[in-house]
């Protein structure tokens, strides 16, 4: 199963899927506009998040 990136368009409205792993998404691949926005949250961060990172601390 191939996990995709949604991006919308502020100018036009369009919206495309990029698979991970591709590279950053800077224009719109229709009007070339610079506004657009993830419109889906990214994978599940790895290691329990901000958690893992307080493990290894002294207290």
Known sequence: MEIYREFECFSCGYKWRVPFGTGRVFTCPKCSSLK????????????????????????
């Open 36 to 59: 657009i926005r993830r419109t889906n949250p990214g994978p599940p961060k790895g290691r329990g998040g901000w958690r893992w990172r307080l493990r290894g601390r002294r207290r």
